[in-house]
C-alpha cells in the first residue's frame, strides 16, 4: 500500500518553531516533487509549499514566505517543513502530498498535480 506519513505537529504558542516531516512508504517518490497543503477549521484546503523533484527549486504561499522552509531528505525519501515564527492563523491540519508524474514540478499553488496524500498532522498555534 502507497502511503505518505506525516509526523511533528503538535501545540505551540506564537512565535514558537515546528518541524514537520513526511515519509513514504510503499514505492518510492525519490523523482516525485512534492508539497505541503493545510486546511484550517471551515476552509478550504490551501497551497503552503512545494519542491522540484530534483530539490533545487522550491515556491511558497505568501502567507508563508520568510517563515516556512520546505526541504528534501532524498536518502530516506522524505520532505520536511520547517516553520518559524508561528502565527495564530497558521493553525491547521498540515498535509504532504505527492505528484502523480515523475520528474515534473510547475510553480503553482494547485493541487491539480498531487495525486498521493498523507492523512494529515494537526498544528495549533495559540495566541
Known amino acids: 500500500q502507497v502511503k505518505l506519513v506525516e509526523s511533528g505537529g503538535g501545540l505551540v504558542q506564537a512565535g514558537d518553531s515546528l518541524r514537520l516531516s513526511c515519509a513514504a512508504s510503499g514505492r518510492t517518490f525519490s523523482g516525485h516533487s512534492k508539497g505541503w497543503f493545510r486546511q484550517a477549521p471551515g476552509k478550504g484546503r490551501e497551497f503552503v509549499a512545494s519542491?522540484?523533484?530534483?530539490?533545487?527549486?522550491?515556491y511558497y504561499a505568501d502567507s508563508v514566505k520568510g517563515r516556512f522552509t520546505i526541504s528534501r531528505d532524498n536518502a530516506n525519501d522524505a520532505i520536511n517543513l520547517q516553520m518559524n515564527s508561528l502565527r495564530p492563523e497558521d493553525t491547521a491540519v498540515y498535509y504532504c502530498?505527492?505528484?502523480?508524474?515523475?520528474?515534473?514540478?510547475?510553480?503553482?499553488?494547485?493541487?491539480?498535480?498531487?495525486?498521493?496524500w498523507g492523512q494529515g498532522t494537526q498544528v495549533t498555534v495559540s495566541s
Open positions: 502530498a505527492a505528484y502523480g508524474s515523475s520528474y515534473y514540478w510547475t510553480q503553482s499553488e494547485t493541487d491539480y498535480h498531487y495525486d498521493y
Open positions: 519542491i522540484k523533484w530534483s530539490g533545487d527549486k522550491t
